[in-house]
């Protein structure tokens, strides 16, 4: 089980960017997908998820109204669709998947694992 987040740069506040986290041995769209961050000094925090099989979406209040979570079963792929991205965004970004996939809180990094490498995203002037 492997996941890659990647897209992730250096945009204005305002600006957009789109994440991708691309799933590899396995058919992403069986599983809860979630995308985490991680600021310098904080900890690790949910930002959105996508529940398997189109079964729906959460997002962290600190982003909802800007960020969009879809899936492209082609491509078995999760993206992350950031928009009108804010500093307070700068962060290493990471997909994971459910510990346990019967039970799991969407957005607590506690109950997910399978991480793989982030993507940092960096919101400045």
């Known amino acids: 089980v492997q996941l890659q987040a990647s897209g992730g740069g250096l945009v204005q506040p305002g600006g957009s960017l789109r994440l991708s986290c691309k799933a590899s041995h396995f058919t992403l769209d069986y599983y809860p997908i979630g995308w985490f961050r991680q600021a310098p000094g904080n900890e690790r925090e949910g930002v959105s998820c996508i529940g398997p099989y189109d079964t729906g979406t959460t997002y962290a209040d600190s982003v909802r109204g800007r960020f969009t979570i879809s899936k492209d079963k082609v491509e078995n792929t999760v993206y992350l669709q950031m928009n009108d991205l804010k500093p307070e965004d700068t962060a290493v970004y990471y997909c994971?998947?459910?510990?346990?996939?019967?039970?799991?809180?969407?957005?607590?990094?506690?109950?997910?694992?399978?991480w793989g490498q982030g993507t940092l995203v960096t919101v400045s002037s």
């Open positions: 994971a998947l459910p510990k346990d996939m019967s039970s799991y809180m969407c957005l607590h990094p506690g109950d997910f694992a399978s």
